[in-house]
């Protein structure tokens, strides 16, 4: 069996690489490749030989390489494994400063910056999906490159190869959170998502099968728990936000429903110690010169302080349990299918799915519920436009995507910014006539 790694050269890629190595019982990995392009080389020669090492100190049988050819190693590919960033740390940069500096919200995955990730990434990824369909049609795509769920919609409309799956590690942070403030063992508890990545609510907090969500919540409003930024189930939200919306919220909505406060929180950091991509890309100097160290032989502990915990543990777990047809539940973004009656068959979403070896199968939720139901269809036909834009690379289009979105709104300053970040980008969009 066969493991391929886009984007082999990340500092994220020892997690993965320790999740496999772990499951080799149940998912029985015989050739990891690695794979990157020109620009990640010694970063790939790196993470590569750290791999090894890892493998080494592990004594199971993997073979290891590390290539620029990707389609070269997609050859005999079961799964395709997608962590990739277009324009590197310096293009999320200007993601966040820009819309930052016209006082803006400057995320990497939503707002401004988050159309623009995902502005250079679905072509790219889209030429992926063409190489996989013609070299391993039957491998399976898990996506994890951000922006997730767009990303995934984006492939699974437009692409070549219609075997993928898109994850994130919030579903898996709630869980953990959730788990911690109710004193229950992580696996005998299941929140019920509904929505999109990075836009999801839990609507149920099941443990063995009773629901415990006006207990977690009754925990949130008397302020009797507190989690690391990794971790936010609360952050800071108001009794009164909580017990009207009735549901959990998730650490990407203080973007939207704290607005105000977080834009302030931003705006601060930015002037005090400048972008975050600033300070991960500080994090990821320090990570590098540990990987570099020739006795290093596990995943180093400065890991979690990246950010992202945990995701290729999320990876890891659902590629065994496509192998192995488990048919546990677990939470991924796919299609729609009919699980949110309000939504479009081939909209993706982010849903609790029952995974199977032909892929996952997203449990009915049935209808929105009316408190967060203009919100999600709203933000459904923004990432619509944003993949249109994507494809078309037609102004208006990418114009009316910064229009649509609820943290720009203002059709002037939609303009000044949208012209600024295609300047700052124009090397990585080709669809653009720039």
């Known amino acids: 069996m066969k493991v391929v790694i886009i984007g082999g050269g990340s500092s994220y890629t020892?997690?993965?690489?320790?999740?496999?190595?772990?499951?080799?019982?149940?998912?029985?990995?015989?050739?990891?490749?690695?794979?990157?392009?020109?620009?990640?080389?010694?970063?790939?020669?790196?993470?590569?030989?750290?791999?090894?090492?890892?493998?080494?100190?592990?004594?199971v049988s993997i073979e290891l390489s590390w290539t620029l050819d990707r389609r070269e190693a997609l050859d005999g590919a079961d799964f395709?494994?997608?962590?990739?960033?277009?324009?590197?740390?310096?293009?999320?940069?200007?993601?966040?400063?820009?819309?930052?500096?016209?006082?803006?919200?400057?995320?990497?995955?939503?707002?401004?910056?988050?159309?623009?990730?995902?502005?250079?990434?679905?072509?790219?990824?889209?030429?992926?999906?063409?190489?996989?369909?013609?070299?391993?049609?039957d491998a399976w795509i898990i996506n994890f490159t951000n922006p997730a769920g767009i990303v995934t919609e984006a492939l699974l409309k437009h692409g070549m190869h219609k075997k993928v799956i898109g994850v994130c590690n919030i579903p898996y942070n709630m869980t953990q959170s959730a788990a911690e403030i109710l004193k229950e063992d992580p696996n005998n508890v299941r929140i019920e998502f509904i929505g999109m990545n990075h836009f999801v609510f839990?609507?149920?907090?099941?443990?063995?099968?009773e629901d415990k969500l006006s207990k977690v919540i009754?925990?949130?409003?008397?302020?009797?728990?507190?989690?690391?930024?990794?971790?936010?189930?609360?952050?800071?939200?108001?009794?009164?936000?909580?017990?009207?919306?009735?549901?959990?919220?998730?650490?990407?909505?203080?973007?939207?429903y704290q607005n105000e406060s977080t834009l302030k929180k931003d705006l601060k950091a930015y002037q005090d110690n400048g972008t975050r991509a600033e300070q991960v890309q500080a994090i990821e100097e320090e990570l590098f010169n540990e990987y570099k160290n020739p006795q290093l032989d596990i995943k180093p502990e400065a890991l979690e302080k990246r950010g992202g915990a945990y995701y290729s543990d999320v990876a890891c777990s659902l590629m065994s349990s496509i192998y192995n047809n488990s048919q546990n539940i677990m939470t991924v973004n796919t299609l729609n299918n009919g699980a949110i009656?309000?939504?479009?068959?081939?909209?993706?979403?982010?849903?609790?799915?029952?995974?199977?070896?032909?892929?996952?199968?997203?449990?009915?939720?049935?209808?929105?519920?009316?408190?967060?139901?203009?919100?999600?269809?709203?933000?459904?036909?923004?990432?619509?436009?944003?993949?249109?834009?994507?494809?078309?690379?037609d102004y208006r289009d990418a114009y009316l995507a910064f229009v649509m979105n609820p943290l720009i709104k203002d059709e002037k300053k939609a303009k000044v910014i949208l012209d600024e970040l295609l300047n700052a980008h124009k090397e990585y969009l080709p669809q653009f006539d720039l």
């Open 218 to 256: 009754e925990a949130l409003v008397n302020q009797s728990v507190d989690f690391s930024p990794a971790n936010i189930v609360s952050s800071g939200w108001s009794e009164t936000f909580l017990r009207a919306i009735n549901m959990l919220p998730n650490p990407y909505h203080q973007y939207y």
């Open 202 to 209: 839990g609507s149920k907090v099941l443990v063995n099968g």
């Open 80 to 137: 395709v494994s997608t962590q990739i960033r277009v324009g590197g740390l310096k293009a999320r940069e200007k993601d966040e400063r820009i819309p930052l500096s016209h006082g803006l919200i400057g995320q990497e995955t939503n707002g401004a910056g988050g159309i623009f990730k995902a502005f250079r990434t679905i072509p790219v990824l889209l030429d992926l999906a063409k190489d996989v369909s013609e070299i391993c049609p």
């Open 341 to 393: 009656v309000d939504l479009a068959e081939d909209s993706v979403i982010e849903v609790n799915c029952l995974i199977t070896k032909e892929g996952p199968v997203p449990l009915t939720v049935g209808r929105l519920p009316q408190q967060i139901k203009a919100d999600i269809l709203m933000m459904k036909a923004f990432e619509e436009q944003v993949i249109k834009a994507s494809i078309s690379g």
């Open 14 to 59: 020892p997690e993965i690489i320790e999740g496999l190595i772990l499951r080799q019982d149940e998912f029985p990995v015989d050739i990891i490749t690695l794979v990157d392009i020109e620009s990640g080389k010694e970063k790939l020669e790196i993470v590569g030989q750290l791999a090894k090492r890892m493998i080494e100190k592990a004594g």
